[in-house]
T-cell receptor
Framework: EAQVTQNPRYLITVTGKKLTVTCSQN?????MSWYRQDPGLGLRQIYY???????DKGDVPEGYKVSRKEKRNFPLILESPSPNQTSLYFC????????????FGPGTRLTVT | AQSVAQPEDQVNVAEGNPLTVKCTYS??????LFWYVQYPNRGLQFLLK??????LVKGSYGFEAEFNKSQTSFHLKKPSALVSDSALYFC?????????????FGTGTQLKVEL
């Protein structure tokens, strides 16, 4: 089954404790992206990747890091999480940029206390 | 900078009635336009897209959307709503040229279809 998987689905952590949210897709997609969803703000792009070793900032990259060492994986790293990063995070992938629809993972709900 | 406006936080409609979820956009040049749907505790699912050509686009689950360039709108429609259509709907825009990697979403419209 073609899918985007994220782990963990739920995470509660404390301020400053480094964490990684994994994202993996099995569709051989070149393009991957991370979004955060907050009430009243919709989805905002954090980072995206056009291909292996190619990443770029989205609208809200501060406090986040990403890497793309393999085509299928695109982990999101929070080096020192803060309470304002409490949010619902989605990973997405697509064949390419522009015209192609994105496939979204199930989401990771992160709470930083 | 590109942007999307969904002016209604919530739309209520009776089952069997037509529904419209509104979206207007701002982008440099010609746009790519998308609608996505989010069911509770799920990720977003693609519904339909406008790239070029016919202004009326048909998508999944009986939904359609009309692209209106002069009004910079891309409203989502369905002739007869179902209770199962109740969900959160997002409009998104991406520019045709330059910055095509960047997809900007609206804030979402909660659709509630009642019996």
């Amino acid at each position: 089954e073609a899918q985007v998987t994220q782990n963990p689905r739920y995470l509660i952590t404390v301020t400053g404790k480094k964490l990684t949210v994994t994202c993996s897709q099995n569709m051989n997609h070149e393009y991957m992206s991370w979004y955060r969803q907050d009430p009243g703000l919709g989805l905002r792009q954090i980072y995206y990747s056009m291909n292996v070793e190619v990443t770029d900032k989205g609208d809200v990259p501060e406090g986040y890091k990403v890497s793309r060492k393999e085509k299928r994986n695109f982990p999101l790293i929070l080096e020192s999480p803060s309470p304002n990063q409490t949010s619902l995070y989605f990973c997405a992938s697509s064949v390419g940029r522009g015209t192609y629809e994105q496939y979204f993972g199930p989401g990771t709900r992160l709470t930083v206390t | 900078a590109q942007s999307v406006a969904q002016p209604e936080d919530q739309v209520n409609v009776a089952e069997g009635n037509p529904l419209t979820v509104k979206c207007t956009y701002s982008v440099s040049g010609n746009p790519y336009l998308f609608w996505y749907v989010q069911y509770p505790n799920r990720g977003l699912q693609f519904l339909l897209k406008y790239i070029t050509g016919d202004n009326l686009v048909k998508g999944s689950y009986g939904f359609e959307a009309e692209f209106n360039k002069s009004q910079t709108s891309f409203h989502l429609k369905k002739p007869s709503a179902l209770v199962s259509d109740s969900a959160l709907y997002f409009c998104a825009v991406s520019p045709l040229t330059g910055g095509g990697n960047k997809l900007t979403f609206g804030t979402g419209t909660q659709l509630k279809v009642e019996l």
